[in-house]
């Protein structure tokens, strides 16, 4: 128990209080006569009434100090919620680094049970390397908390490492105030808490921000920001690829360096992003450099939130050597093209000039062929090799002998065996000549046979090309409908049924099925039948 001092005498509280007591009870004596007999009935009754006020204000004296040390034992509970139990570790050190109080998280974090903290040195918890840290730390503390400093009792605050008693070591953040005990001497109040996992977190986030910062600086196509008709946010590559200084684009609309002819359509798209409707997201447009320059570029954008507004993020390649490549290689095709168209246009004269009805028959037989393509929705360019394949799929046939071609009567076995090989004699005619489309393969596979029974190599289904599919169907329909050498036509009707008897058996279900509305539905009709 703490004693108050009165001079050079140390008195308890208990004492001081008897004494005071004493005192009273002698200041009041005079008004009770030694003589009691002597007394009144009236001066009884009043001595009787001050006692009884007495012992009242004793009672409610008493009733005052259990309600006192009701809300003391609150404070002392509330005391122990927030400080015992508390998510950081306090510690009450001496001005010399002892320990003189410390609750249960500071004696989790430290791995030592909390009566065994008091007076151990606190600097025995920390790693020998980051012992000064502490010792500079406490001497701040202490040089800023006396009278003379202008900041006196400023917090202090420092991170380290600290160990725990198994060895194990973390950093630690320590936030400390000097203060005063209850008998004046100088004492600091720590709060600690464990930032190892902080500080892992923070070197992540900084180890991932320098990577995407990297990979942003470095990138090889522009990226920007654009918002408000503006550049916002940009890398370095944007200012290569359109020429203009950082200062330049911030302080331009982002459609200054749009060619003029594509500006509109850029604007549009660009505000139809914003406002989530419906359109492209990579498309390739020109801009012009800022050395005047016109050149290619290919655009991917994606809508963002920036700062709180609606804004698009955008990737933009340079992509005119791509565009020039094209062009030649667009050029290139073209001229092959007419190469192509050139060659084929002599192989028919040549095929016109042996066998007139084999050429009138592929002419007829590729027109039917290209309008079936069409309904069946294939590409344009497929639809082009289809033609030029249909006109001359049968030229294999100027090698053979005349005589077989036009032959009026039945062929024996071995002149069919003859007539089979014209589709080999085709590819090998056709095998060298460049083309951008499979010319000789679709002749070589214009008789194979859905189920396999076809020739040359008895192909079945999917392996036989699409062209090669529908020229067959098409092959089949104009040959049954149409006069041949050795017996008359036989009719559209019976060259349909034969397709739709054999449908999904000899030829492809769909081309049938095409071949069939083109016919009954679209109105086709086959030249001369």
């Known amino acids: 128990m703490k004693t108050s001092r009165t001079g050079s005498e140390f008195k308890t509280p208990a004492v001081a209080l008897r004494r005071r007591a004493e005192g009273i009870a002698r200041e009041k004596a005079f008004r009770i006569p030694e003589n009691m007999e002597s007394l009144s009935v009236e001066a009884a009754r009043q001595i009787l009434h001050e006692l009884r006020v007495h012992q009242i204000e004793l009672e409610m004296q008493n009733e005052e100090l259990r309600r006192t040390q009701a809300e003391l034992d609150a404070a002392r509970a509330r005391y122990f919620d927030l400080y015992d139990l508390a998510s950081v570790g306090y510690f009450t050190l001496s001005d010399q680094g002892l320990i003189l109080e410390a609750n249960h998280m500071a004696a989790s974090l430290l791995g030592v049970a909390k009566s065994a903290l008091v007076k151990q040195p606190i600097f025995r918890f920390i ?8 010792y500079l730390h406490r001497t701040q503390l202490f040089e800023t908390h006396s009278a003379s400093s202008e900041q006196a009792g400023e917090p202090q605050a420092c991170e380290l490492r600290m160990v725990k008693s198994d060895g194990t070591a973390f950093l630690a953040h320590l936030a400390a105030t000097a203060a005063q005990d209850a008998d004046g001497e100088p004492v600091c109040r720590v709060v600690l808490n464990d930032i190892t996992e902080r500080k892992r977190g923070e070197a992540a986030l900084q180890e991932s921000e320098e990577s995407y910062r990297n990979l942003f600086e470095n990138a090889g196509e522009a990226i920007f920001v654009a918002q408000d008709g503006k550049l916002v946010f940009f890398n370095p590559t944007a200012t290569r690829i359109i020429g203009y200084s950082a200062e330049e684009l911030l302080s331009m609309p982002f459609t200054g360096f749009i060619h003029p002819d594509d500006r509109d359509m850029v604007i549009d798209r660009h505000y139809r992003r914003v406002k989530e409707e419906a359109s492209p997201s990579i498309y390739p447009f020109r801009i012009i450099h800022r050395d005047g320059s016109v050149r290619w570029v290919e655009l991917n954008t994606v809508l963002i939130n920036w700062q709180g507004k609606p804004a698009t993020l955008n990737f933009l390649n340079d992509i005119t050597e791509r565009k020039q490549a094209e062009e030649k290689l667009r050029e290139s095709l073209e001229q092959l093209r007419r190469a192509v168209e050139t060659t084929i246009q002599v192989l028919v004269m040549a095929v016109e000039m042996k066998d007139p009805y084999t050429a009138s028959h592929q002419r007829r037989m ?3 062929a290209r309008t079936m393509a069409t309904e069946m929705g294939l590409p344009p360019e497929k639809i082009e090799g289809l033609r030029i394949a249909g006109v001359i799929h049968d030229i294999g046939k100027i090698i053979l002998p005349t005589e077989i071609l036009s032959k009026p009567t039945k062929l024996s076995d071995i002149e069919f065996s003859m007539i089979k090989e014209h589709v080999r004699l085709g590819y090998d005619i056709l095998k060298d000549v460049e083309s951008p489309w499979p010319l000789a393969e679709i002749v070589l596979q214009h008789h194979e046979r859905m189920d396999g029974s076809g020739y040359p190599r008895g192909l079945k289904g999917e392996e036989i090309l699409i062209e090669a599919r529908i020229l067959a169907v ?16 036989l009719g559209i009707g019976a060259a349909l049924a034969e397709i739709e008897k054999n449908r999904g058996l000899l030829y492809d279900s769909h081309v049938v099925d095409t071949c069939l509305r083109v016919f009954r539905e679209k109105g086709y009709q086959i030249e001369g039948t």
């Open 474 to 489: 098409a092959d089949v329909v104009e040959a049954m409908a149409s006069h041949r050498p050795y017996r008359p036509a």
């Open 127 to 134: 790693l020998p390397e980051d012992q000064d840290i502490y």
């Open 366 to 368: 590729t027109d039917l």
